[in-house]
């Protein structure tokens, strides 16, 4: 496990960018304005969202799918590739 | 060992003798013979190194940087229409901090097509953050490759060494070849810090927001600074085991010159002869060669032009819309000095065209006369 490297300037910096941790303590799903949301009553279980998401952030727990939302970006895909219409986007509010 | 070579040549020993362990290059002319040898060294096992060939210059210096973010000595050799084709990869090299070397023999771009000698393909490169050496002859070539190595690696900045095309290239001059022993402790092998390895594995190059970027930037440019300093101690380790004395700039009899050429690549080794002709004539005329352009020497600039009467900047260059190259960043570095001293713009020597020693000689007096449009495209035919 990788902790939180503070860099307050270049004497904390390595001479190119090269990451010093691992992607752990780096939540890029802070970049999301969309998040899917899961109507499980419409889910089938099919796993063609878990197939098609480009961040992996679907994890099968169970049956059904559940969003990694420290990962994912919000980018839709899964709520156009699922057949029942059982993933909406809905607006981030942070 | 002294053996005459052609300026290529001197480039394909240089690594070989520096022990470049990865070359990945693609033929152009002037430059074919560089590569030639090289695959022709590794054929023959005489050279301890992966010759890659690429479809591009492009992927030439993307295969080069790749070896030398795994901790390889990498290098590549290029020309013109190759160089400005490696344009995108030559920031990623010296951004990502890689200590590639590169030959590039200068060559004007097309069109028309032209395989003559100019500086414009290297000073297109000048602010991708490269170290840039300007040579004067075929044993100049050699040892700046292998010094290029010392200092890149030290300060993680990547090297060009740049050699006029036909003047140098394709001309055989006789060349010292340093022994390998010796070469081997003034060059040991490059041992990077941050290199890719597998059982530590790290991303590089990843997206970077605003609030770092701007700091590796100001690093890369302390170590240009920093590289004035290595240059100097390197300069000083070669002259020490080699007996060849090297500077970043290198003044020819300028001292109690008045007038001042300010010179590189071979014209500069035709300057010296145009100020022994003055010299004769009772014509107080000096000359500077500037052999390091980045990082631009400013301090010693400074100092070699105080005092002149009159400073002439000789460019085989032009950055259109402006001036001479050269003649902007001498004039830069030596604004402040006091008294004023005048600086001249000389273009000359385009596409090739020959710069002879009466030609520098009448440029440094029409420099003394104040005769110059800042610029004079000297000789063109109107
Ligand atoms: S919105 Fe995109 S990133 Fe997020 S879970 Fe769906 S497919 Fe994956
Ligand atoms: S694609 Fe739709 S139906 Fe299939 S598992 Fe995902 S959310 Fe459920």
Redesign the interface.
Known sequence: MSKEIE?R??KD????????GLMTVNKTGSWRNMRPVLIAEKCTACSICWKFCPDMCINIEGDLPVFDYDYCKGCGVCAHECPTGAIVMEEEMR | MKKVVTGNHAVSFASKIARAQVVAAYPITPQTQVVERISKFVADGEMDAIFIKVESEHSALAAAIGASAAGARAFTATSSQGLALMHEMMHWCSYARCPVVIANINRALGPPWSIWTEQNDSLAQRDTGWIQYYCESNQDVLDSIIQAFKVSERVLVPSMVVLDSFFLSHTSEPVDFPDQDKVDEFLPPYKGEWVIDPDNPHTFGGLTGPDKYYELHYMLQQAHKDAEQVMDEVHKEYEKLFGRKYGRIEPFMADDAEVLLVVSGTPASTAKQAVIDARDEGFALGSVKIRVFRPFPRELVKEVCRGKKAVAVVDRNYSFGNQGIFFTEVRDAIYDLEPRVPVYSYITGLGGRDITAEDLVNIGKAAEKKECDNPTWWGVKL
């Open positions: 860099i300037g270049v910096m390595p001479p190119m960018a090269v990451s010093l």
